[in-house]
């Protein structure tokens, strides 16, 4: 956490507020998150102006009018905030890490409170920088087929939940995600990737499509520290299928949802519904 849909809420919630206006200061009152933040990041951005805010997987993309680009990455519990006129009087907590003022009086602020995220810069294309240039494509990209998919899986020797969580395949599928697609596809999570068949690739393709989607309507899922840009939790949790229900009855036939392990994380699945 967060994953794709919670960074592309995000993304949805602070581009209307900050996009066309210029960033007046940068206060860092914590540099030390995954990797320090540059100490140059308030001079290189004052009075740069933010032309658009993207999403590439996870990353947070701030495109200014000149060379520089700003990377943000939410790590397992950061937010972003937007708070009116400066920071709306709302004194800093000790895990709000870095406010960026705008002209306009408005704040965005980063909240992290187990310091795993990032905020990078780069003056050259943002897309080659090291941390993204061997992504995936993106689930919603055209390039994201089930020929892709079943082409990828039958060279590979891990499980299906660990090739559609791999970004170098597809980007943003994180393991609240996974879960719920291959309960949509009516597929075990341990199951061999190269077994899959191209029709079931196409159904499993469709559902991750699916499941974003419908968490991205939803605001994302809020488990532990994700919040909106509002402040406002998401409320895709109260869809899910599998993820967290381990010994609860399923939705669809009433077994109880078992739990695993596979490549490291925790995997739910429906032995009845998944096969």
Known sequence: MPELPEVETTRRGIAPHIKGLCIEAVE????????????????????RQIMEVER???????????AETMIVHLGMSGSLSILKDATGGKVPGPHDHIDWLFSCGICLRLRDP?????????????????????????????????????????????????????????????????????????????????????????????AIVHVLKEAIGQGGTTLRDFVREDGRPGYFQQQLNVYGRSGLPC?????????????QRSSFYCPICQR
């Open 28 to 47: 860092i009152r914590n540099p030390r998150l995954r990797w320090p933040v540059p100490s140059n990041l308030p001079d290189s951005l004052a009075g």
């Open 56 to 66: 590439r997987g996870k990353y947070l993309l701030f495109r200014t009018d000149g």
């Open 114 to 206: 187990r310091r795993f995220g990032a905020v990078l810069m780069t003056d050259g294309d943002p897309l080659a920088h090291p941390l993204l240039r061997h992504l995936g494509p993106e689930p919603f990209d055209p390039g994201f087929t089930s020929d892709y998919l079943h082409a990828t899986a039958r060279s590979r020797r891990v499980t299906i939940k660990q090739l559609i969580m791999d970004s170098r395949v597809v980007v943003g599928v994180g393991n609240i995600y996974a879960s719920e697609a291959l309960f949509l596809s009516g597929m075990r999570p341990g199951r061999a990737c190269h077994r899959v068949s191209r029709t079931r690739c196409h159904v499993l393709k469709d």
């Open 251 to 263: 939705h669809t036939c009433g077994t109880q949802v078992r739990q695993r392990r596979i490549g």
